[in-house]
């Protein structure tokens, strides 16, 4: 079943007032961190003046104009298009899998639309454009867009109104990746689970030569934990595709601790692995979570502050019966 509409979710509207609150020069450096700096292929002069504005701590010193600098009587740094991408990628794991639950108690995939959401806001306000891009076994399907962040919210919402009947095809997504020919866009994909192997990895190398590369994974409930979703006692985990229910003396706390050890290990060698490609991840259980770490990333950015950290309210979760593992 598909969660209930979206559009009242706390973390969608701080996404939103983060785009709409940030400036420019400052939801560059935030992309910047991600994506590194490369020239843009718009046209137009890829030298064009973006903003002037008064030096603040934390600014690169390569950024500061001396000339301007001079003529104002005080230091002041410029933003210019060169910086900038043109088009970002976003692209969406749509297989069954995605159905699975994390400990929020939210689906994988309204986790991974809101990682999205969040590339989007910022994305946006920088007037780049954005590719959505969906995939499963079946098929490889990109949405049309065009509009600002309300259009992006409403058409992947739609397009995860969907019946997730398909497996996942991951491989598929990355060889989509794999044949972009604009140079440096930034492309993020959004999946979750043990879905990154051996081969998906060597397509994501390929990637990292030519695109910045961020690899959203979402972590989902640990079936045999016995309280597979946080503040919610009694809740069972079921299969995704049988809808059989893990059986009871399974949720033991050793096997327990084996999964969680064994996906702990998987995540820290997933993050090198695509730290020597480049590339980076964002690994979260939540949206809570996953918008607490890319505000993390932009805090770093803007105050060079190593360790810096947001202070966000976890909101409820929605009682279920049963989850899907």
């Given at each position: 079943?598909?969660?209930?509409?979206?559009?009242?979710?706390?973390?969608?509207?701080?996404?939103?007032?983060?785009?709409?609150?940030?400036?420019?020069?400052?939801?560059?450096?935030?992309?910047?961190?991600?994506?590194?700096?490369?020239r843009s292929p718009r046209r137009g002069g890829t030298?064009?003046?973006?903003?002037?504005?008064?030096?603040?701590?934390?600014?690169?010193?390569?950024?500061?104009?001396?000339?301007?600098?001079?003529?104002?009587?005080?230091?002041?740094?410029?933003?210019?298009?060169?910086?900038?991408?043109?088009?970002?990628?976003?692209?969406?794991?749509?297989?069954?899998?995605?159905?699975?639950?994390?400990?929020?108690?939210?689906?994988?995939?309204?986790?991974?639309?809101?990682?999205?959401?969040?590339?989007?806001?910022?994305?946006?306000?920088?007037?780049?454009?954005?590719?959505?891009?969906?995939?499963?076994?079946?098929?490889?399907?990109?949405?049309?867009?065009?509009?600002?962040?309300?259009?992006?919210?409403?058409?992947?919402?739609?397009?995860?109104?969907?019946?997730?009947?398909?497996?996942?095809?991951?491989?598929?997504?990355?060889?989509?990746?794999?044949?972009?020919?604009?140079?440096?866009?930034?492309?993020?994909?959004?999946?979750?689970?043990?879905?990154?192997?051996?081969?998906?990895?060597?397509?994501?190398?390929?990637?990292?030569?030519?695109?910045?590369?961020?690899?959203?994974?979402?972590?989902?409930?640990?079936?045999f934990a016995a309280d597979p979703v946080a503040g919610r006692r009694g809740v069972r985990v079921?299969?995704?595709?049988?809808?059989?229910?893990?059986?009871?003396?399974?949720?033991?706390?050793?096997?327990?601790?084996?999964?969680?050890?064994?996906?702990?290990?998987?995540?820290?060698?997933?993050?090198?692995?695509?730290?020597?490609?480049?590339?980076?991840?964002?690994?979260?259980?939540?949206?809570?979570?996953?918008?607490?770490?890319?505000?993390?990333?932009?805090?770093?950015?803007?105050?060079?502050?190593?360790?810096?950290?947001?202070?966000?309210?976890?909101?409820?979760?929605?009682?279920?019966?049963?989850?899907?593992?």
């Open positions: 079943m598909i969660d209930a509409r979206r559009h009242e979710d706390p973390v969608r509207r701080r996404i939103e007032a983060l785009g709409t609150s940030m400036s420019l020069p400052t939801v560059a450096r935030a992309l910047g961190v991600l994506e590194g700096e490369h030298d064009d003046l973006l903003d002037v504005r008064a030096y603040e701590i934390g600014d690169e010193a390569r950024r500061i104009d001396w000339k301007i600098s001079a003529r104002s009587g005080r230091t002041m740094v410029v933003q210019r298009e060169r910086r900038s991408s043109s088009r970002v990628h976003l692209l969406m794991d749509a297989g069954r899998e995605m159905t699975a639950t994390c400990p929020s108690g939210e689906h994988a995939y309204a986790v991974a639309a809101n990682a999205l959401c969040m590339f989007a806001a910022l994305t946006l306000r920088r007037s780049d454009d954005v590719s959505l891009v969906l995939g499963d076994m079946s098929r490889i399907t990109r949405v049309p867009f065009h509009g600002g962040f309300a259009q992006f919210e409403r058409q992947i919402d739609e397009a995860t109104d969907r019946s997730w009947s398909r497996p996942r095809n991951l491989g598929a997504l990355l060889d989509y990746a794999v044949r972009l020919r604009d140079r440096h866009a930034l492309v993020v994909l959004a999946t979750c689970g043990d879905a990154v192997g051996d081969d998906e990895l060597r397509r994501v190398r390929r990637i990292a030569q030519t695109h910045p590369f961020v690899l959203i994974d979402v972590a989902t409930v640990n079936p079921v299969d995704g595709v049988s809808g059989r229910r893990i059986p009871a003396f399974l949720t033991r706390r050793t096997l327990a601790d084996e999964v969680a050890t064994h996906r702990a290990y998987r995540v820290s060698a997933l993050r090198q692995e695509l730290s020597r490609a480049g590339a980076r991840l964002i690994h979260a259980d939540s949206s809570e979570a996953m918008f607490h770490d890319f505000v993390r990333l932009i805090s770093l950015s803007r105050l060079g502050a190593p360790g810096a950290r947001s202070h966000l309210r976890a909101g409820a979760a929605r009682p279920r019966k049963g989850v899907p593992a």
